[in-house]
C-alpha cells in the first residue's frame, strides 16, 4: 500500500508522468527514486498515469486504445486521482507527449481551457511529433500495423498533425488564459543518440526544445541526479517550488486536504509448493496421475491466475462442471489445469488424461475405482460400452473427485459410436454430483459447440510484463528487466516459446567452458536472432529457427494444430497459413485476397472452393492460428477487418521445411494475389487509397523477400510482378505525401538489379527510375530530378518509341523539373506538343492529359499572360473534380496556380477562397511538400489583404517547417526566408536598416 505524505498544498507539485507506447509506467522508476531522494525537491509528489499500451491483443473481446479514449482517461486521471490543490507538472516519454497533447487540444476545442490552470508545465521526452518511421518501423518491429496507437505514430498523421498546430496555437503562442485558450510552458528534448524519434522530430516545432545524451530509453532512466534528463526536470520544478514559497511568505495558501487512502490491491494467486498432492493409486500400465514434475515454477500472469482462481473457487449450484480452457497452442492451458490439480489433489482424487491415450487411460480410472475385471474386459471388448461403464463407477465414486482430459481438440475421440460428445453419451459428460469437476484443455475455442454445457475459458498470452517475469524468473543469467520484456514482446507473450528461450539460453550458461563465446547467450541477443531470422525471406534462412532457438516444442505445436486440420478435412489450411507467412506480421486483408479469381489457379490450393475457404478459416481460427482483428481506419466493408498470426507461428512458418521446397509456388501465389487485389485500384485515386493502406506493407515485404540478393525468388514472371509492385506501391507513397518510404522502397530495387540480373534500361526498371525521377521532384530536387529524367526519357524513346503513354509521362516531369527552375520560355513550346501528343493518345479527360495542360498553364502565369492562364486552369479545374476526389494531388496544385492568378489579377478575396478550400481539401500534413506550397501562396494571400501581422506569424511557422523538412539552403526555404523578411520590414522599417 502507497504511503501518503501531507504536504502544504500550495507548495506542492504534482508530477504526473506519461509513459509511451508499448510501455508501461515502470518506465519511470528511475525518476521516481531520484525525485523521491533529492532533499530540494521535497514538496514534488510523483504520480503515473497508467494506461495499455500492448504490441498486440490477441484477445478478441478486447481493443486496444485509441489516443482519444487515452487523451480522455487523462483527463479523469487528473480531476479524480489528483489531489485537487497544488500545481502539476506533466512529463512523457515517446507516445506520452501526443497523448499530453491530444489532452490539451480536446480541452480547449470543448471550451474548457480554465480546466488547465492547475497545469503549471510540461516537459516531454523522445515525443514523435511527426511520426516514427514507416517502413523503418516495419522493418525492425514486425508488431507495428496492428495497433490503434501505432498508427497514431505514422509519419504525417492528419489527427496528430492538426493537434500540433491546435497546441501551437492555443497553448505555446497563446496570448491570453480564455475558453479557447490557455497558455502553457512547454519544453520538448530529444536523445543525442536516439534512432527511434530523431532528436530533430523530438524537439519538433515547440520553441523552447533541446537534446540530452541518450538513446529513445535512456533518457527517461537517469541514473543519477546529475544526469542531463534529471537536471531538466529538475529545474523546472525548483523554478516552481520557488514561486510557491514567495506565494506563501504572502499568505496566500489554501486549507489542507485530507489524505486519501487507495483501495488494497489484491493479493496474488500461488498454489502452496510444500503442499503433497494425494496421488490416486495406480493399478495397470499407464499413468493417470497429473504430471506433477512439469509444475517447476509457479504461474504467471494475471490472467492464468484468475482462471485458475475461478476454477478452484466454490461452484454455484446451478453452474456447469465441465471447465474448457482454450488457446493456442503453447499458451499454458495444461499448465493451469495442473495448477488446479494441484490445489485438488489434498482434498479429492485426481486423474489427468491424456486424448492420444483416453482409451487406455479410461481403463485404467476404470480399475481404480475397482470396477470388477471381467466388466471391464467385457466393455473394452466391445461387448457392452466403456464410456459408460467409466462414468457409472465415476459416479458411485464415495470422494469428491476432479478429471482432467488434456488436449481435446476434435470431437472424433471423445464421443460414443452412434453420437456426438454434446450428446453427454461418449468420455465427457456432465457430472450429476456437486462435488466433482471436468476440466478440459483445448485449442479449438469452438470447443464449447461440441461439448455438453460448460463454462469456458479462453487462455491469452502473457503481457510484456509477464513474460519478462518468468523470463527473469526462470533464467539464470539472461539480462535484465527490460531486456526481458522486449524478448516477451516479439515473442508474443506464448509461455512455451518464453520457456524455450529461458531454457536455451541456461543450456548455454550451464555448458562447458570454451575458448569462444556464444554468440546468443542474453535476452538481447536471443530476441536479435529471433527477430533475424523470422525477418529473413521464408524458406530461406530462417528455416533453422527452431533448431537455433530452441523452438522445436512450437514448431510440434504448430504442426500438431495444422494436421488436426488436415485430418477434418481443410487440406488447404497449412498451405493458406503458409501463404499469408510470406506477408509482413501487420494485419491481412483476407477477404480480397481469399475472393481473388488467382487462388483458384493455384496448385498450393486444389479444390479451394468458397465454401472450403470458409471452412478453412473457421478452422485457423478456432484454433487460435488466426486472430481477426478490426481495421476502423478502412472506409469499405471488405477491408474492415484484417488476420494476423501469432508472431512465432509467422516465423515458424516462414522457416517450414514446405516452404523451403516449394518457396517459387508460394511467392507466385502471393504476388498474383496481390496484382489481382490492386488492379482496378490505380494508387494516384484516392478512393483506391483504402486498398492501398491495407496492402502497402505486405508489398514491401513481398518485394524484399522476391529480390532479396543472392536468395531471390528464381522465376523472371515473379521477379516482374514483384517490380510493378513495388512500382504502384512506390506511386501511392508519393501521392499521400511519405517519399522517405517511397525513396526506400524504389532503391530497394535499383540497389538489387544486379542480383536479379535485371538492366537499368529494362522497362520494368525505367518504371522505377521514373518514379525515382518524381520523388527527387517532389522533394524540391529539381537538378536531380532533370538529370535522372532525361536519361528515362531518351532509354523510353529509344524502347518504345516518342508517343508511347510512358514515354509522354516522364517527358512531361521532365518538362515539370525545368519548368520549377524557371525555364518557362524553354518549356512551353515542349509542354504544347506533350499536351497535344496526350489529347491523341488518351483524350481531354485523362489524368495524364491534365497534369500536362496544368504544367502548361503554369507556363503561361510565369510568361505573363494571366488570363489565358486562368481560362486553362478553370477549364481543368472543372474536369478534375467532376471526375476525381478534390483531395488529389493535381487537383490542389491547380487550385494553388489559380489562387496564384487571382493574386495577379488583384483579386485577393477570390484568391483566399480557392486556397482556403485547397488547404480545407488537403489529406497531407501540414508539414508535407505540397502543404507547405498551399501555405506559401495563403501567406501572400494574407499580404495582399493587408492582414501582415497574419501573414508574419504563419510565414514565421512556414519558415520553420522549411528549415527543419527541406534544410535551411533549400531554394523553396530560401524564397519563404525572402517573403518572412519582406513581411517584417513592414511590419518595421527599421529591420531593413538595422540589417
Known amino acids: 500500500m502507497a504511503v501518503h505524505t501531507i504536504t502544504h498544498p500550495d507548495k506542492t507539485i504534482h508530477v504526473v508522468f506519461v509513459h509511451g507506447l508499448f510501455s508501461s509506467t515502470e518506465v519511470w522508476n528511475q525518476f521516481r527514486k531520484l525525485l523521491a531522494a533529492d532533499d530540494e525537491l521535497h514538496g514534488a509528489v510523483a504520480h503515473c498515469f497508467p494506461y495499455d499500451s500492448p504490441k498486440v491483443k490477441l484477445r478478441p473481446d478486447r481493443v486496444v486504445a485509441a489516443y482519444d479514449d487515452i487523451a480522455d482517461a487523462l483527463d479523469t486521471f487528473l480531476r479524480v486521482q489528483i489531489p485537487r490543490t497544488g500545481r502539476v507538472v506533466l512529463v512523457s516519454h515517446s507516445q506520452g507527449g501526443l497523448i499530453?497533447?491530444?489532452?490539451?487540444?480536446?480541452?480547449?476545442?470543448?471550451?474548457?481551457?480554465?480546466?488547465?490552470?492547475?497545469?503549471?508545465?510540461?516537459?516531454?521526452?523522445?515525443?514523435?511529433?511527426?511520426?516514427?518511421?514507416?517502413?523503418?518501423?516495419?522493418?525492425?518491429?514486425?508488431?507495428?500495423?496492428?495497433?490503434?496507437?501505432?498508427?497514431?505514430?505514422?509519419?504525417?498523421?492528419?489527427?496528430?498533425?492538426?493537434?500540433?498546430?491546435?497546441?501551437?496555437?492555443?497553448?505555446?503562442?497563446?496570448?491570453?488564459?480564455?475558453?479557447?485558450?490557455?497558455?502553457?510552458?512547454?519544453?520538448?528534448?530529444?536523445?543525442?543518440?536516439?534512432?527511434?524519434?530523431?532528436?530533430?522530430?523530438?524537439?519538433?516545432?515547440?520553441?523552447?526544445?533541446?537534446?540530452?545524451?541518450?538513446?529513445?530509453?535512456?533518457?527517461?532512466?537517469?541514473?543519477?541526479?546529475?544526469?542531463?534528463?534529471?537536471?531538466?526536470?529538475?529545474?523546472?520544478?525548483?523554478?516552481?517550488?520557488?514561486?510557491?514559497?514567495?506565494?506563501?511568505?504572502?499568505?496566500?495558501?489554501?486549507?489542507?486536504?485530507?489524505?486519501?487512502?487507495?483501495?488494497?490491491?489484491?493479493?496474488?494467486?500461488?498454489?502452496?509448493?510444500?503442499?503433497?498432492?494425494?496421488?490416486?493409486?495406480?493399478?495397470?500400465?499407464?499413468?493417470?496421475?497429473?504430471?506433477?514434475?512439469?509444475?517447476?515454477?509457479?504461474?504467471?500472469?494475471?490472467?492464468?491466475?484468475?482462471?485458475?482462481?475461478?476454477l478452484t473457487a466454490a461452484p454455484a449450484a446451478s453452474a456447469p462442471r465441465i471447465h474448457v480452457l482454450t488457446g493456442l497452442g503453447g499458451s499454458g492451458k495444461s499448465r493451469i489445469a495442473l495448477e488446479a490439480a494441484q490445489h485438488a489433489a489434498s482434498t479429492r482424487r485426481v486423474w489427468w488424461v491424456s486424448v492420444p491415450q483416453i482409451n487406455a487411460s479410461m481403463r485404467e480410472i476404470a480399475n481404480q475405482l475397482h470396477a470388477p475385471t471381467g466388466e471391464v474386459e467385457q466393455a473394452f471388448r466391445g461387448n457392452g460400452s466403456p464410456m459408460d461403464l467409466v462414468w457409472r463407477y465415476l459416479e458411485t465414486c464415495p470422494d469428491p473427485w476432479l478429471l482432467v482430459i488434456d488436449n481435446a481438440d476434435t470431437p472424433d475421440r471423445l464421443a460414443g459410436a452412434a453420437g456426438q460428445v454434446a450428446d453427454g453419451t461418449g468420455w465427457i459428460r456432465h457430472p450429476t454430483r456437486t462435488d466433482s469437476l471436468v476440466i478440459v484443455t483445448s485449442r479449438d475455442r469452438s470447443a464449447a459447440d461440441w461439448l455438453p454445457p460448460c463454462q469456458v475459458h479462453h487462455v491469452p498470452p502473457l503481457t510484456d510484463d509477464e513474460g519478462a517475469e518468468l523470463l527473469t524468473t526462470v533464467t539464470d543469467h539472461g539480462g535484465s528487466r527490460r531486456q526481458a520484456r522486449l524478448l516477451s514482446a516479439a515473442l508474443g507473450g506464448l509461455p512455451l516459446a518464453l520457456h524455450a528461450a529461458a531454457s536455451y539460453l541456461n543450456s548455454v550458461h550451464r555448458s562447458a567452458p570454451s575458448l569462444d563465446d556464444p554468440v546468443i547467450h542474453d535476452f538481447d541477443s536471443y530476441r536479435e536472432a529471433f527477430e533475424a531470422r523470422s525477418s529473413s525471406p521464408p524458406g530461406t534462412a530462417a528455416s533453422g529457427l527452431q533448431e537455433m532457438l530452441g523452438m522445436s516444442a512450437m514448431a510440434e505445436v504448430c504442426g500438431i494444430a495444422l494436421d488436426l486440420l488436415a485430418e477434418q478435412g481443410l487440406k488447404q489450411a497449412g498451405p493458406l497459413l503458409r501463404a499469408f507467412a510470406c506477408l509482413g506480421i501487420t494485419p491481412i486483408p483476407f477477404r480480397p485476397l481469399l475472393e481473388s479469381k488467382a487462388i483458384t489457379g493455384s496448385p498450393l490450393l486444389p479444390d479451394f472452393t468458397r465454401e472450403q475457404r470458409n471452412l478453412v478459416l473457421k478452422g485457423l481460427d478456432d484454433l487460435g492460428l488466426v486472430e481477426r482483428v478490426s481495421r476502423p481506419e478502412a472506409g469499405s466493408g471488405h477491408l474492415a477487418h484484417g488476420l494476423i498470426l501469432h508472431p512465432v507461428v509467422h516465423a515458424l512458418l516462414r522457416g517450414d521445411a514446405e516452404m523451403e521446397r516449394h518457396r517459387t509456388d508460394y511467392y507466385g501465389l502471393i504476388v498474383d494475389l496481390l496484382l489481382d487485389v490492386t488492379r482496378e485500384s490505380p494508387p494516384d485515386d484516392p478512393t483506391s487509397w483504402d486498398v492501398w493502406t491495407a496492402v502497402a506493407p505486405h508489398v514491401m515485404e513481398v518485394v524484399r523477400a522476391c529480390l532479396a540478393g543472392d536468395q531471390h525468388v528464381r522465376s523472371d514472371e515473379i521477379l516482374r510482378g514483384a517490380v510493378e509492385l513495388a512500382r504502384q506501391a512506390v506511386r501511392y507513397l508519393i501521392v499521400v505525401g511519405l517519399l522517405g518510404p517511397a525513396d526506400e522502397m524504389a532503391h530497394l530495387v535499383l540497389d538489387n538489379c544486379d542480383a536479379i540480373d535485371f538492366q537499368r534500361d529494362d522497362p520494368e526498371i525505367l518504371g522505377i527510375r521514373h518514379e525515382t525521377g518524381r520523388i527527387a521532384l517532389e522533394s524540391c530536387d529539381y537538378t536531380t530530378a532533370e538529370d535522372e529524367l532525361r536519361q528515362v526519357v531518351a532509354a523510353r524513346e529509344a524502347l518504345h518509341g516518342p508517343d508511347d503513354p510512358r514515354t509522354l509521362a516522364s517527358q512531361h516531369k521532365l518538362a515539370r523539373s525545368i519548368l520549377e527552375q524557371g525555364g518557362f520560355a524553354d518549356v512551353e513550346p515542349l509542354l504544347r506538343t506533350i499536351a497535344t501528343a496526350e489529347l491523341t493518345v488518351h483524350g481531354p479527360d485523362h489524368s495524364d492529359t491534365i497534369t500536362v495542360r496544368h504544367s502548361l498553364a503554369r507556363a503561361m502565369f510565369a510568361l505573363g499572360r494571366p488570363a489565358e492562364a486562368e481560362t486553362e486552369l478553370r477549364d481543368i479545374l472543372r474536369i478534375s473534380l467532376d471526375r476525381w476526389?478534390?483531395?488529389?494531388?493535381?487537383?490542389?496544385?491547380?487550385?494553388?496556380?489559380?489562387?496564384?492568378?487571382?493574386?495577379?489579377?488583384?483579386?485577393?478575396?477570390?484568391?483566399?477562397?480557392?486556397?482556403?478550400?485547397?488547404?480545407?481539401?488537403?489529406?497531407?500534413?501540414?508539414?508535407?511538400?505540397?502543404?507547405?506550397?498551399?501555405?506559401?501562396?495563403?501567406?501572400?494571400?494574407?499580404?495582399?489583404?493587408?492582414?501582415?501581422?497574419?501573414?508574419?506569424?504563419?510565414?514565421?511557422?512556414?519558415?520553420?517547417?522549411?528549415?527543419r523538412i527541406l534544410g535551411p539552403e533549400h531554394s523553396e526555404t530560401i524564397r519563404t526566408q525572402k517573403l518572412f523578411d519582406a513581411i517584417r520590414k513592414l511590419l518595421d522599417p527599421g529591420v531593413g536598416a538595422q540589417e
Open 100 to 310: 499530453i497533447q491530444r489532452f490539451l487540444a480536446r480541452t480547449l476545442r470543448e471550451a474548457r481551457g480554465p480546466a488547465l490552470a492547475r497545469i503549471a508545465h510540461i516537459v516531454m521526452f523522445g515525443c514523435p511529433n511527426n511520426g516514427s518511421g514507416f517502413f523503418l518501423a516495419l522493418r525492425r518491429s514486425v508488431f507495428f500495423w496492428r495497433n490503434a496507437q501505432e498508427r497514431q505514430l505514422r509519419p504525417y498523421q492528419r489527427e496528430v498533425l492538426e493537434t500540433q498546430r491546435t497546441v501551437l496555437r492555443a497553448v505555446v503562442q497563446a496570448v491570453d488564459n480564455t475558453q479557447s485558450q490557455w497558455r502553457i510552458p512547454i519544453q520538448a528534448y530529444g536523445g543525442t543518440e536516439d534512432n527511434v524519434v530523431p532528436a530533430r522530430e523530438a524537439r519538433g516545432v515547440f520553441p523552447v526544445s533541446a537534446t540530452v545524451p541518450g538513446d529513445h530509453f535512456q533518457i527517461v532512466q537517469p541514473g543519477d541526479h546529475d544526469n542531463a534528463s534529471y537536471r531538466v526536470l529538475k529545474d523546472v520544478l525548483s523554478q516552481l517550488l520557488d514561486e510557491r514559497e514567495d506565494q506563501a511568505d504572502d499568505g496566500r495558501a489554501a486549507p489542507v486536504p485530507m489524505p486519501r487512502t487507495p483501495a488494497p490491491t489484491p493479493s496474488e494467486l500461488t498454489g502452496d509448493q510444500s503442499e503433497r498432492p494425494l496421488l490416486p493409486q495406480q493399478q495397470g500400465g499407464i499413468s493417470v496421475s497429473p504430471p506433477h514434475g512439469r509444475r517447476r515454477t509457479r504461474l504467471f500472469g494475471r490472467e492464468p491466475r484468475g482462471v485458475f482462481a475461478a
Open 885 to 963: 476526389s478534390p483531395s488529389t494531388m493535381e487537383t490542389l496544385r491547380i487550385r494553388q496556380t489559380l489562387a496564384r492568378c487571382l493574386l495577379k489579377a488583384g483579386r485577393a478575396d477570390e484568391a483566399e477562397q480557392m486556397i482556403q478550400q485547397g488547404l480545407a481539401d488537403t489529406t497531407q500534413g501540414p508539414q508535407s511538400v505540397l502543404a507547405m506550397t498551399l501555405r506559401f501562396t495563403w501567406c501572400q494571400v494574407l499580404l495582399a489583404q493587408g492582414q501582415v501581422q497574419a501573414a508574419h506569424l504563419e510565414a514565421a511557422q512556414l519558415l520553420a517547417d522549411r528549415r
